[in-house]
């Protein structure tokens, strides 16, 4: 099989960097992304795949506890962290290859995970993802995209408690044939977001700056040598993911037990949700 097919699909690979970073597969007749001085630059072509992330999530809630301050009772706000039980997510990701350029998309479905009883009851997530690649070389992509994901509760003291996140992601992607058939991936990216929870802290705050964080290593493995035409443009992969998600200064406040209550303290935080594990998927081009 010509090396072309390992590197190709990068610039896709790449703008799904924050969700979808497969390394996605290209035709014979299409040269590697990046490649220069051939009709086959302008050629135009779609891409499908889906990808199976068996992953466990440190999620981030708030949780107020009642305590002593001086002797007397109180309240206490908590970002506290606890991790699911494994969840097995399937995420379709769909784009296409112009040349250098391309752009895709991928979603991340409304999953529940097992809060562990910190919620008192399952909490739910969901993502999306667009981006937009271009391949700098042959096996090397730069990708600007966007990401919003949903946390349906943050809290089971306040109704309604979802947190929506959004931002901009700046990633790279890099692919190195092992051989005709086989080859090593890897990207990163690094997002700024901006957070909006259902209810405001002591502040009256409820938008947060945050950054965000995906990563992602691993093999991949085309078919397109066996000659059969249905398996030419089909590829595997196999690899280990993970995602971090800050929202930075949050404040929490310590306020006396009663009606109306009286602020005692403050304290600005720092809150992270960390989602892990590894990340099989299977891609073909059209």
């Not at 908590?78 to 990701?93: G, I, L, Q, W, Y």
Request: glycine share 10%; charged share 15%; net charge neutral.
């Amino acid at each position: 099989m010509n090396k072309k097919l390992l590197n190709a699909g990068f610039a896709i690979a790449l703008m799904c960097t924050v969700e979808a970073s497969a390394q996605l597969v290209q035709p014979k007749e299409m040269g590697a992304v990046g490649a220069t001085g051939t009709a086959e630059d302008k050629s135009f072509h779609f891409i499908a795949g889906v990808r199976v992330w068996a992953n466990r999530w440190q999620f981030g809630y708030l949780e107020a506890s009642p305590i002593l301050v001086n002797g007397a009772p109180a309240v206490r706000q908590e970002a506290k962290t606890r991790t699911s039980s494994t969840e097995f997510v399937p995420m379709p990701t769909v784009g296409i290859v112009a040349g250098r350029w391309s752009a895709a998309a991928t979603f991340f479905p409304e999953t529940s995970y097992d809060s562990k009883g910190a919620l008192n009851q399952n909490i739910g997530r969901h993502e999306f993802d667009f981006n937009v690649g271009y391949s700098v070389l042959p096996g090397l992509s730069l990708s600007l995209g966007y990401h919003e994901g949903v946390q349906d509760i943050l809290s089971s003291q306040f109704f309604p408690s979802r947190e929506k996140i959004r931002g901009i992601v700046l990633g790279i992607s890099g692919n190195a044939p092992i051989n005709d058939r086989l080859s090593i991936y890897g990207n990163y990216g690094y997002g700024w977001t901006r957070a909006r929870a259902d209810f405001s802290d002591i502040t009256g705050k409820s938008s947060f700056d945050g950054d965000y964080q995906v990563g992602e290593l691993g093999f991949s493995y085309s078919f397109g040598s066996f000659g059969a035409r249905m398996l030419q443009n089909v590829q595997v992969s196999a690899g280990y993911r993970f995602q971090v998600i800050s929202v930075k200064d949050l404040t929490l406040a310590t306020t006396t037990l009663g009606v109306p209550a009286a602020l005692i303290s403050t304290e600005k935080t720092d809150a992270r949700s960390y989602t892990y594990g590894p990340i099989i998927a299977l891609s073909a081009f059209f």
